[in-house]
T-cell receptor, first 115, second 113 residues
Framework: SQTIHQWPATLVQPVGSPLSLECTVEGTSNPNLYWYRQAAGRGLQLLFYSVGIGQISSEVPQNLSASRPQDRQFILSSKKLLLSDSGFYLC??????????????FGPGTRLTVL | GNSVTQMEGPVTLSEEAFLTINCTYT??????LFWYVQYPGEGLQLLLKATKADDKGSNKGFEATYRKETTSFHLEKGSVQVSDSAVYFCALTTNTGGFKTIFGAGTRLFVKA
């Protein structure tokens, strides 16, 4: 069966520090991968999605970047965190070609607090 | 553009009360519609879905019907339980713009014993 892992689960970082959040998927090949941010009391904002290794699409201009060094690994990074980067970060995947009819599968999330 | 609008929360109900969470959408093409649920401290998980007009999705006592004429996908449950307390997200996926899923802002539900 497929599983999706995210780490760390929680993170407290000072403003201006770097960030690296990791997401890995098991049990599937060539998934489409997504990074979302959920700010407190708000919905999900799509940050990045990837349809393959090295292929990243950015949805909104921001202080973050994403990379996909391996088929089932998706990394969210920042060189210098801002206070506004605080939030709950969710990774998700879907089997390509089923996007229209099937659901995305979400990881457990990483709660990031920037102080 | 595509968008999803949900009723604002929080919604507070007593156990065994009837639940309705409204969701309307705007989309080009023919979207699939979803309800996701997020329990405290967790990621989202699918609650139910409908992929064409007049389809009814159902799961765990929850139901929602894809109404193309009113562009709605309201979530209902006849008798809520304390364990239903969570945040509920309405979402759509269309085949325009690369199969992106658009989420509503979420509605927090509190169920009191």
């Amino acid at each position: 069966s497929q599983t999706i892992h995210q780490w760390p689960a929680t993170l407290v970082q000072p403003v201006g520090s770097p960030l690296s959040l990791e997401c890995t998927v098991e049990g599937t090949s060539n998934p489409n991968l997504y990074w979302y941010r959920q700010a407190a009391g708000r919905g999900l904002q799509l940050l990045f999605y990837s349809v393959g290794i090295g292929q990243i699409s950015s949805e909104v201009p921001q202080n973050l970047s994403a990379s996909r060094p391996q088929d089932r690994q998706f990394i969210l990074s920042s060189k210098k965190l801002l206070l506004s980067d605080s939030g709950f970060y969710l990774c998700a995947w879907i089997t390509p070609g089923t996007d229209l009819y099937n659901e995305q599968f979400f990881g457990p999330g990483t709660r990031l607090t920037v102080l | 553009g595509n968008s999803v609008t949900q009723m604002e929360g929080p919604v507070t109900l007593s156990e065994e009360a009837f639940l309705t969470i409204n969701c309307t959408y705007t989309a080009t093409g023919y979207p699939s519609l979803f309800w996701y649920v997020q329990y405290p401290g967790e990621g989202l998980q699918l609650l139910l879905k409908a992929t064409k007009a007049d389809d009814k999705g159902s799961n765990k006592g929850f139901e929602a019907t894809y109404r193309k004429e009113t562009t709605s996908f309201h979530l209902e449950k006849g008798s809520v339980q304390v364990s239903d307390s969570a945040v509920y997200f309405c979402a759509l996926t269309t085949n325009t713009g690369g199969f992106k899923t658009i989420f509503g802002a979420g509605t927090r539900l509190f169920v009191k014993a």
